[in-house]
């Protein structure tokens, strides 16, 4: 029994050794390790105080050769969850969600990222003909991250949908926007509604005169 302390001993010093720096978080779980070459590994949880009247937040995610990797989440600094987001390469990529303090969906967005380690990068464009038919184009790569897909703004009341917007590799997609009833009401509502005739001959017949009260049944107070 001796020996088998001592040799899980060994493991974990060894295990402990492959890194420059690290911190033993409050379930005995090694984060936000550096490794020999300096770059940040595994698990991690970053903290941001409060800067010139800008909230501060806490962030818990992986990193991968020192860059953000799949889903991040985001908390107020007394442990409201603000944000998940979904990151590639270190930038936001597909879907991430934001909440109000009271844990509220406000809004949701579509990102796409790019490998900062190519010059030329494709995406999958969905051809608004053809739903469901994909065609690759090739674009130069910012490494960075652009808008692509559906944004969604939602009212944190009723949890109904306020808003939509689509985007084309950054750029709003306009033919992508379904036409929506409410739209369309909307739109025949503002339109100036066209004056019978009738009422088109008196106006004419009564230019420049003194207008004349018309009795409409309304009781003054």
């Given at each position: ?26 379930k ?13 590994q ?94 690759q ?18 009212d ?35 339109k ?9 001959d ?20």
């Amino acid at each position: 029994m001796r020996w088998l302390f001592v040799l899980l001993l060994f493991v974990g010093n060894v295990a402990f050794c492959q890194w420059k720096d690290y911190m033993i978080g409050v379930k005995g779980d090694t984060l936000n390790r550096v490794d020999k070459s300096g770059k940040r590994q595994g698990p991690w949880v970053l903290k941001y105080d409060q800067v010139r009247g800008e909230p501060g937040f806490e962030e818990e995610g992986q990193f991968v050769e020192d860059r953000k990797e799949g889903t991040w989440r985001k908390y107020s600094l007394m442990g409201d969850l603000l944000a998940i987001q979904q990151y590639r390469w270190g930038f936001l990529d597909g879907q991430s969600q934001y909440f109000n303090v009271a844990g509220n969906i406000v809004r949701e967005e579509s990102w796409r990222a790019f490998n900062p380690d190519k010059l030329y990068d494709t995406v999958d464009v969905e051809d608004v003909m053809n739903p469901g038919n994909y065609s690759q184009v090739i674009i130069k790569n910012e490494g960075s991250s652009i808008k692509h897909g559906t944004w969604k703004f939602y009212d944190p009341g009723t949890g109904f949908i306020n808003k939509t917007e689509f985007y084309l590799l950054g750029k709003v997609d306009k033919s992508n926007e379904p036409a929506t009833l409410a739209t369309d009401t909307l739109s025949v509502a503002r339109k100036k509604t066209a004056k019978p005739k009738e009422v088109l001959d008196y106006e004419k017949k009564n230019a420049g005169k003194k207008k004349i009260r018309v009795r409409d049944g309304h009781v003054n107070y």
